[in-house]
């Protein structure tokens, strides 16, 4: 069975601080995907990594999957009100089948 | 252009009963998965249909199963209701056969079981 598992499960912080929460496991995956899931809606991709060592930009948002593509992080700079949500990191190794991390819940406060 | 839609978006049932949920996939998708969401969890695979054919399954038991229909929609039915089964569950569909397809997700049924 493979596993993700996600740090912390919960982040509170303050307008313009910035954060990272990372995404770990024991099993490769062929990519890796980073979800925000907002209160009573389905999770919205944020970014695909694929190749161990890639570093991606979503204007404040980096991500970057393990050279081993085993884990990942996701690191915000100034954070803003709006980034507000359920995180979710993952990992696809066939056809659709995602397997999640558990989350990490980040309320920035203004 | 639609996205993924499910329906209903709440349901209230009691234990032992049955359930169906309905989704219709992003205009042209042909794969359908379904992922169960406990409160305060990730996702959980549950399966997937292509082609009216279940073609993965995640780790559960029989009493969940599924349908899909000639227009890509499916269904997904769990038997004998146990309070555990409450949670919410996601649609998502996709296009071909790629490992890294990107999925599009509903917003959920948010099943409660009593």
């Known amino acids: 069975t493979q596993l993700l598992e996600q740090s912390p499960q919960f982040l509170s912080i303050q307008e313009g601080e910035n954060l990272t929460v990372y995404c770990n496991s024991s099993s490769v995956f062929s990519s890796l995907q980073w979800y925000r899931q907002e209160p009573g809606e389905g999770p919205v991709l944020l970014v695909t990594?694929?190749?161990?060592?890639e570093v991606k930009k979503l204007k404040r948002l980096t991500f970057q999957f393990g050279d081993a593509r085993k884990d990942s992080s996701l690191h915000i700079t100034a954070a803003q009100p709006g980034d507000t949500g359920l995180y979710l990191c993952?990992?696809?190794?066939?056809?659709?089948?995602?397997?999640f991390g558990q989350g990490t819940i980040l309320t920035v406060h203004p | 252009d639609a996205g993924v839609t499910q329906s209903p978006t709440h349901l209230i049932k009691t234990r032992g009963q049955q359930v169906t949920l309905r989704c219709s996939p992003k205009s042209g998708h042909d794969t359908v998965s379904w992922y169960q969401q406990a409160l305060g969890q990730g996702p959980q695979f549950i399966f997937q249909?292509?082609?009216?054919?279940?073609?993965q399954r995640g780790n559960f038991p029989d009493r969940f199963s599924g349908h899909q229909f000639p227009n890509y929609s499916s269904e997904l039915n769990v038997n004998a209701l146990l309070l555990g089964d409450s949670a919410l569950y996601l649609c998502a569909s996709s296009s071909g056969t790629a490992t890294r397809e990107k999925l599009f997700f509903g917003s959920g049924t948010q099943l409660s079981v009593l």
């Open positions: 993952a990992g696809s190794t066939s056809y659709g089948k995602l397997t």
């Open positions: 990594v694929v190749t161990g060592g």
């Open positions: 249909y292509y082609e009216e054919e279940e073609r």
